[in-house]
Nanobody
Framework: QVQLVESGGGLVQAGGSLRLSCAASGRTFISFAMGWFRQAPGNEREFVAAITWSGATTHYADSVKGRFTISGTNAKNTVYLQMNSLKPEDTAVYYC????????????????WGQGTQVTVSS
């Protein structure tokens, strides 16, 4: 069984920064990409960012481009999300996920999920 564990969420004022971490444990698995999604109350889970291990390319939602940076290491199945210039609309539960699919933008394509970590940005 594969487990993804997130950490690093919390409460921050608008304009502040947070760094989320996600580490995989359990049986060995090979993923094409790892990503971050978020879900605010009453909203669907939405794509935030992803990193593909082939070429280490990164992908971002338009709403976070220039403010968030995803990084990670394939060998350790570890991924990070550096979030700067946070806004109240970034408030959500953030989920780490891993996929073997090449279509990285859809949550349904991800096989493994973490339990989520709350990020709250106050105005």
């Amino acid at each position: 069984q594969v487990q993804l564990v997130e950490s690093g969420g919390g409460l921050v004022q608008a304009g502040g920064s947070l760094r989320l971490s996600c580490a995989a444990s359990g049986r060995t698995f090979i993923s094409f990409a790892m990503g971050w999604f978020r879900q605010a109350p009453g909203n669907e889970r939405e794509f935030v960012a992803a990193i593909t291990w082939s070429g280490a390319t990164t992908h971002y939602a338009d709403s976070v481009k220039g403010r968030f940076t995803i990084s990670g290491t394939n060998a350790k199945n570890t991924v990070y999300l550096q979030m700067n210039s946070l806004k109240p609309e970034d408030t959500a539960v953030y989920y780490c996920a891993a996929t073997r699919s090449t279509y990285i933008y859809a949550a349904r394509r991800y096989e493994y999920w973490g339990q989520g970590t709350q990020v709250t940005v106050s105005s």
